[in-house]
């Protein structure tokens, strides 16, 4: 995937784009606003991540408005020190698509990148999911894997159907909080590693082999384990 | 620093201000000069009517006396007239009159006065003039006619009592008002001084609190007077401040301690693996363990930093009406599981409809750090009890557990900032959960309560229910 990093911290965006590049991406950098906005504006990319405070005259809340302003729709992570709940509603308002507050983990700034170009491109209405031999059918919401039929409570099916339309990415728990919970807080139990366990009791315990595996330091993926 | 910027006070204020730069000076003054003037009018408009009206009975009788002589002369001729006038001049009638009959040709007929005065030459006109009256020197009010047979009839009043009169009141007003001038430098000086000594009391004050005596009071006399008002309102501003400088130095006093642990502890683990590291995997738990100990910073930050976003109130303008029922509803679910793991049974008691005016996620955020609470302190095997109901127009959320509890002693306590006691120093923790759920009950005008549940802690959210009209 192509992606544009917006940063004007050296040694963050030096952490960011060798990351970026070791997880196998293309990157182009820019450490002020103008030439963010020029780069993004005249190329392609499949997704930017961009700090909200940068020189240049442009900040990154201004970059997206202009960007958003000439129909580009190109996913865009905010990525910024400022963290107050105000300031992650104004950064999704002005055509943000994700935010996350600095310091982060860069597991899971990837994580959400990926996630970002995934749902630009497979939003069609998709009513069947299908990870290996595991099936979701999003019309009658009945799960079955292989010819068994899986019986999920309302809450471990959205889960279930978050990971898999997230299949092949890794997905953290503060994703998961967000996207099937809509908490936007960590909680300092491990709430999400029970229900995940839970999920996994049902969806691959029976089963001879696992498509719900633990990404050390990171988070999940659901994939099939052949390639 | 500290010194120019005391020198700069000190400039600004000079130690002795001129007489004119007084307030008490100026509000005397001016309230010396609005009485003096109103009462030099008042007086003035008395004397001017005084002498007016005096001057106007004389007029009078001398009119009256004219056309009684004139009626006179008309009646019985000259004869009568001079019979009149000679009557009037030895007759204690008129002892002020003056009387004055000139013949044809000039020469004086009768009266008492020695000659004809200069420069009297009109008829019906009003002269005021000097005078001889029988020799001595006087000031009359006089009037003069011609009669029919050529002769001038001349009639007049001796004023010059009247005069002395004037003289006399005039001196008296000049005296009342160099008196009433002293007396207005002296209420000037009594009020200065009044002043200087009611705001000598809030000067030395603020100025000793300025100087870093933060204990120190504006005295209050207890007459209950404005300055008394006054003095009340900046002592309730003075504790006001003083108690937000106690939480501010609380707060830093325990970011030095709670934050320095997690920091020296990471630096502590970062330089004994650079020092002592023999292979990579020693180097990388090492790294990793203090990458854990950084988040955990972070994490405390992001605490504190949300407290005080909540205190601040800015998320007010968030504010909606909404349900707490399907939010509580979906805590539950997401902690039983985690209950269930523990051992721990979760007794939900949940009432709908639950309307409260408030922010969704802050709600979920303060009911999420209880339960954590009550997770983490609860025994395997025991139960926690998790209620929500309506009771007298308020929404009771109750989180109850039978862990160690908080002792009494402390439980005024542990909604202060990094505040930990003692059954809980060797758990995981911030010591800021219950700061936030008591910032969240705040934001919603409502309380956190922390009650004994022997044992364990019962902790009870009060919020006004949201009755809207419909």
Request: with cysteine.
């Amino acid at each position: 995937m192509r992606i544009l990093v917006v940063e004007d911290d050296k040694d963050v965006a030096g952490f960011v784009l060798k990351g970026l590049r070791e997880a196998g991406h293309t990157v182009e950098h820019a450490d002020n606003g103008r030439d963010g906005l020029f780069l993004a504006a005249s190329e392609n990319f499949d997704a930017i991540i961009l700090d909200r405070m940068l020189p240049g005259g442009i900040d990154g809340l201004r970059l997206l408005e202009t960007l958003r302003g000439q129909d580009n729709t190109t996913p865009v992570l905010f990525l910024s020190a400022l963290g107050q709940v105000d300031d992650r509603v104004k950064g999704l308002k002005a055509g943000g698509d994700d935010y996350l507050t600095k310091p982060f983990a860069f597991a899971e700034l990837l994580a959400r990148v990926e996630a970002l170009t995934r749902r630009g491109k497979s939003d069609g209405p998709a009513t069947r999911l299908q990870v290996g031999d595991l099936e979701m059918d999003l019309l009658s919401r009945s799960v079955r894997r292989g010819p068994t039929k899986i019986d999920l409570q309302p809450r471990e099916f959205r889960l279930l159907e978050y990971l898999m339309r997230h299949a092949g990415q890794v997905v953290t728990r503060t994703m998961l909080l967000e996207g099937v919970w809509d908490y936007h807080f960590d909680p300092q139990t491990n709430v999400i590693d029970v229900h995940i366990s839970r999920l996994r009791q049902k969806i691959d315990k029976p089963f001879p082999t696992a498509l719900l595996h633990t990404v050390r330091n990171a988070g999940y993926m659901l994939r099939s384990e052949e390639p | 620093m500290a010194k120019s910027s005391v020198e700069r006070v000190r400039r600004q204020r000079p130690a002795r201000r001129g007489l004119w730069r007084s307030a008490g000076v100026r509000f005397a003054l001016v309230y010396a000069v609005v009485f003096g003037l109103s009462a030099f009018v008042l007086a003035l408009a008395l004397w001017y009517s005084a002498l007016n009206l005096l001057q106007r009975q004389v007029q009078a009788s001398i009119h009256a006396d004219f056309q009684t002589l004139i009626e006179h002369d008309q009646m019985g001729g000259l004869p009568s007239l001079e019979a009149a006038i000679q009557e009037r001049l030895a007759g204690s009638l008129t002892p002020d009159g003056i009387y004055l009959l000139k013949g044809q040709n000039g020469q004086v007929l009768m009266g008492n006065l020695d000659q004809w005065p200069a420069g009297m030459s009109q008829d019906n006109a009003w002269y005021q003039l000097s005078v001889r009256r029988q020799g001595v020197a006087s000031i009359a009010l006089l009037q003069m006619q011609k009669m029919p047979d050529g002769s001038s009839l001349l009639v007049g009043r001796d004023v010059r009592m009247r005069t002395k009169l004037r003289n006399v009141l005039r001196a008296g007003l000049i005296w009342a008002l160099g008196l009433m001038i002293a007396l207005g430098i002296l209420g000037a000086v009594l009020i200065r001084s009044l002043f200087q000594r009611t705001i000598r009391d809030i000067s030395i004050t603020t100025g000793a609190i300025a100087r870093g005596d933060i204990t120190r009071r504006v005295p209050v006399t207890g007459v209950g007077d404005e300055f008394d008002e006054l003095a009340v309102t900046i002592n309730d501003m003075l504790d006001r401040i003083a108690r937000l400088m106690d939480g501010v130095r609380q707060v830093s006093n325990a970011i030095a301690h709670d934050l320095r642990t997690p920091v020296t502890r990471a630096r502590a683990r970062l330089e004994d693996a650079a020092l002592h590291a023999r292979s990579a995997e020693e180097m990388q738990a090492a790294i990793d363990r203090a990458t854990e100990d950084l988040d955990g910073i972070v994490a405390v930050f992001e605490a504190l930093l949300r407290i005080s976003e909540i205190e601040a109130g800015a998320r007010r303008a968030a504010f909606a009406s909404l349900d707490l029922a399907p939010v509580l509803l979906d805590l539950d679910e997401l902690y039983r599981a985690v209950a269930e793991e523990r051992e721990i049974t979760l007794e939900t008691e949940i009432d709908a409809p639950l309307m409260v005016f408030g922010d969704r996620e802050l709600m979920q955020q303060a009911v999420v750090n209880l339960l954590d609470n009550a997770l983490k302190f609860s025994p395997p095997g025991s139960s926690i009890r998790f209620s929500a109901r309506l009771a007298h127009g308020a929404v009771q959320i109750v989180v109850a557990d039978r862990g160690p509890g908080i002792a009494e002693a402390d439980r005024k306590r542990a909604t202060e900032r990094f505040f930990r006691a003692e059954a809980a120093r060797s758990t995981a923790g911030s010591g800021l959960g219950l700061s936030l759920v008591s910032a969240v009950a705040q934001l919603h005008n409502g309380t956190l309560h922390l009650q004994d549940n022997e044992p364990g802690l019962r902790a009870v959210i009060c919020l006004p229910a949201d009755i809207s009209p419909d």
